[in-house]
């Protein structure tokens, strides 16, 4: 069983489009995170809901739209995509109100903007 | 500002030999310190991870240790092997709202 699964995995699209990825976690957690990826690996937070409330929100912009309907669930809406947005986008989750601070990542979304 | 700073940006080592992985960060607000690792075309999957009140840590081949004073903390990985080929990242935490801050990433190739 996936415990943080991210679809699509693949994702190609030409600048001005308008994409959502979604995912979903198993493990019961109460926050789920959007992370960025760019091309030299680097790993930046965009993101995090605890129980359907946004906590984090980095300076992202206002394209990216996160959106969580339940606390299983946590999908990220890009409009008019732009060619900087090309990255991979990994989706984590953890559970904050027993104060765990693990965060298990899901696999990744490669999203490549033509 | 790059708040965590790691190093190498890449390493080759025998296998069998001792990989090391070295991390500097500047804001003391951090409360927790773990290592991923991911594999090409994988997510990031928790290694270890150790809070700033104890100075060493180990869990099986690896082991982070950890200088509070001087800001530091780095990965020994024992008896390196083919498959611990990956890219390791550090991370340092914030506790207001589980805040991850990645170093740069460090590319390990252990040779047979």
Not at chain 1, 48 to 69: A, D, G, Q, W
Not at chain 2, 48 to 53: F, G, K, L, V
């Amino acid at each position: 069983d996936t415990a943080v699964s991210q679809t699509p995995k693949y994702l190609v699209t030409q600048m001005g489009n308008d994409k959502s990825i979604k995912c979903e976690q198993n493990l019961g957690h109460d926050t789920m995170y959007w992370y960025k990826q760019d091309s030299k690996k680097f790993l930046k937070i965009m993101f995090s809901y605890n129980n359907k409330e946004l906590i984090i929100n980095e300076t992202v912009p206002n394209r990216f739209s996160p959106k969580s309907p339940d606390k299983a669930h946590l999908n990220l809406h890009i409009n008019s995509l732009e060619l900087g947005d090309s990255a991979v986008y990994f989706c984590a989750s953890s559970q904050e109100t027993s104060g765990r601070p693990e965060q298990y990542f899901g696999p990744g979304t490669r999203l490549t903007v033509t | 500002q790059q708040q965590v700073k790691q190093s190498p940006q890449s390493l080759i080592v025998q296998k069998g030999g001792i990989s090391i992985i070295n991390c500097a960060y500047e804001n003391t607000a951090f409360d927790y310190f773990p290592w991923y690792q991911q594999f090409p075309g994988k997510g990031p999957a928790l290694l270890i991870a150790i809070r700033p009140d104890v100075s060493e840590k180990k869990e099986g081949r690896f082991t982070i240790s950890f200088n509070k004073s001087a800001k530091q903390f780095s990965l020994h990985i024992m008896d390196s092997q083919p498959g611990d080929s990956a890219t390791y990242f550090c991370a340092a935490r914030k506790a207001a709202g589980n805040k991850l801050t990645f170093g740069g990433g460090t590319r390990v190739l252990v040779k047979p």
